[in-house]
Structure formats: structure tokens, C-alpha cells
């Protein structure tokens, strides 16, 4: 017992002793964490924005050409994760390949924080014959084929949810249309969520969707 009581009080000894010397010990290096970013320069994402992306987007975010998306009031995570996929050619455009290239991750923050910084002109829904099915499916879904909400990922008003899910209320209709297609068709492959949904669509609906999203607000 006593042998038993003695190596017990050695093992005590040694791990306070132990204990001591961790609470001495420098602190670990941590890296600050990805997130913890350098704020975004607004200033320079204004002229990088009207030098780069003006002359398509609009001065201020909202494209007044149908086959050009509206940025204004866009998620500034989703803008710059578009820009690196098409850097990447993760999403596959041509044009907005040769502007990507030419930016550096600082350039795509300073440019999305800013664009998003400025106010979305409202939209409007076009075909009225088709506004009530793209209710519908917006809200809705389409249940026998297993097609969820819109309004689930992407808010009932379009708002979309930052860091995940984008704005759509008030984008061109025309523009809606094509990327839904391009989904669809496998020919835009960075959202395999979107492959899915897309895939049991037809052309009408698409085409509704993409009108009751551009009246939302």
C-alpha cells in the first residue's frame, strides 16, 4: 500500500509540475481565420467597376440590356464567387472569362462589396397569362416532380440569402430564362443543386418562373 500511495503521489507531482510549464509556454501561432479579411475598399471597387463592368452592368448596377444581369443589391459573396468560377472556368463564359482573368481576389471584393452597395431598380413581369404559374412554382414548387420552392432558397421576395443563396427579385426575365436553360441543359455546371431543380422544368415553366421573378420586389 505504501508503494502504491508513493507512485500516486509521484504521478501528482509530475503532472503539476507539467501543468506549470504549459501555463508558462508562449501561446500557439494562430492564423486569423479566412473570413477575417481586409474591409473592402470602396473607392477602388467604384473605378475598378466603371473601368471593368459599367459598360454592360450599367453605372450603377443596373443593366439596362435584358441579356446582362442587374448586380446592384447583390450578395457581394456570390459576386465574387461567380468571378473566381469564371476565372477558374468552373462557370464557362467566354467574355466574362477575359474580364475575370484580369482581376485579383482584392479587385473581385472591392468590386462586389461596392456594386452591391447600390440600390436595385425594380422590375416587372411581362406576361400576364403566365405570372400565375410562376407564383405558383415560385411558392409552391412542382410537387409530382419533386420540385421545391424557389421561395425556399431564395426568399419570397427574391432576396435571396447572403452567403448562400442569391437575389433574383427583379432581374431580367430574359436573363433568368438563360441561365435556368443553361442549368437545365448541363451547360452551366457551378450549382449542382440548381442541375437538379432546372432538369424537371419545362420551357413554359422556366419562362414563368422567370417573369414572376422579375416583378418581385
Not at 19 to 30: F, G, L, N, T, Y
Not at 140 to 164: T, Y
Amino acid at each position: 500500500m505504501k508503494l502504491i500511495a508513493h507512485l500516486l503521489f509521484a504521478a501528482a507531482a509530475v503532472a503539476t509540475q507539467f501543468s506549470a510549464i504549459a501555463a508558462d509556454a508562449p501561446a500557439a501561432h494562430v492564423e486569423a481565420p479566412a473570413s477575417k479579411q481586409a474591409k473592402p475598399d470602396l473607392a477602388k471597387g467604384s473605378a475598378s467597376y466603371g473601368a471593368v463592368c459599367a459598360a454592360c452592368h450599367g453605372a450603377d448596377g443596373n443593366s439596362g440590356t435584358p441579356g446582362y444581369p442587374k448586380l446592384a443589391q447583390q450578395h457581394p459573396e456570390y459576386l465574387v464567387k461567380q468571378l473566381q468560377e469564371f476565372k477558374s472556368d468552373k462557370r464557362n463564359n467566354a467574355v466574362m472569362k477575359g474580364f475575370a482573368s484580369a482581376l485579383s481576389d482584392e479587385d473581385m471584393r472591392n468590386i462586389a462589396f461596392w456594386v452591391s452597395s447600390q440600390k436595385a431598380k425594380p422590375g416587372f413581369a411581362k406576361e400576364k397569362e403566365l405570372v400565375s404559374l410562376g407564383e405558383r412554382i415560385y411558392r409552391g414548387g412542382i410537387a409530382d416532380r419533386q420540385v421545391p420552392a424557389c421561395a425556399g432558397c431564395h426568399s419570397p421576395n427574391g432576396a435571396g440569402l447572403p452567403s448562400q443563396y442569391p437575389r433574383l427579385g427583379g432581374q431580367h426575365a430574359e436573363y433568368s430564362v438563360a441561365q435556368l436553360v443553361a442549368f437545365r441543359d448541363g451547360v452551366r455546371k457551378n450549382s449542382a443543386q440548381m442541375n437538379q431543380v432546372a432538369a424537371k422544368m419545362n420551357d413554359r415553366e422556366i419562362k414563368a418562373v422567370a417573369d414572376y421573378i422579375a416583378g418581385l420586389r
